[in-house]
């Protein structure tokens, strides 16, 4: 299944077969399945297939908060990678998938003491990454939230197979950091549109280059970090 995530796929023949003894399938990617949790280090990193996983950091009142997201160009599990916890970072699945291949800490660790193929491809990846968060916080702060949220579908529409998603108000809220009540007139504009019909917490993608043409540059600008930097 190594060719359904974009950083396994782009490892040789050679490679993936000498790393396919230390990857094992890790089951569904159910909606709210932690997969890299709070207050204790992560014993496993996660190449997911398809599906959507959200970085969140949990404020001193509760409150949580998306910085990023993870799909099947990436990895859920950079602490590992950077050494160090984050004691206030768990990663959870927010668009559900068919699976990932997990890989044991002190397997990953060795083959980034390594430096071989793998190394350098998680390392391109943790920069794109980081430019994508960098990005999302001028995002944020700058763009029409129509713009935004046109944004963020098309990026679920990237990590998933087909043009039928599940997709729940408050996780929407949570990418555009805006309420629930915002999000409805958002996606009531869209589908007074026709760009997409949402039911239920199920989206549909109806027309992808009008909301292409809806959202705002960041789209474009974060696809070509991970098109440039991950094969």
């Known amino acids: 299944m190594h060719h359904r995530n974009r950083l396994l796929a782009a490892l040789s023949a050679d490679e ?16 709210g399945r932690v997969l890299e949790p709070r207050h204790e280090p992560t014993s496993w990193v996660y190449f997911p297939w398809d599906g959507v996983c959200s970085l969140t950091t949990v404020m001193l009142d509760g409150s949580v908060v998306e910085v990023g997201t ?45 430096r071989g193929m793998l190394y350098e491809l998680v390392r391109r990846y943790s920069q794109a990454l980081l430019g994508f968060m960098m990005r999302s ?4 702060a700058l763009h029409d939230v129509n713009a935004r949220g046109a944004r963020w579908l098309l990026m679920t529409h990237d990590r ?24 409805t007139v958002v996606a009531r504009e869209l589908q007074r549109r026709r760009l997409i019909s949402y039911s239920r917490g199920r989206i549909s993608i109806l027309d992808r280059r009008g909301l292409e043409r809806t959202a705002c540059e960041c789209y474009r600008v974060v696809r070509d970090y991970f098109d440039r930097l991950v094969p």
């Open 70 to 114: 993870i799909g099947n160009e990436g990895m859920v599990g950079m602490s590992a990678y950077f050494g160090t916890h984050i004691e206030d970072l768990e990663t959870v699945v927010q668009v559900p998938g068919s699976g990932a291949s997990g890989m044991r800490v002190g397997a990953f660790l060795a083959e980034m003491e390594r």
């Open 137 to 140: 916080v001028a995002c944020n």
């Open 160 to 183: 998933v197979a087909g043009d039928t998603f599940e997709l729940t108000q408050q996780y929407l809220a949570s990418m555009l950091g805006v309420r629930r009540s915002t999000v």
């Open 16 to 31: 993936y077969d000498r790393l396919s003894q230390h990857l094992t399938p890790a089951g569904e990617l159910r909606v």
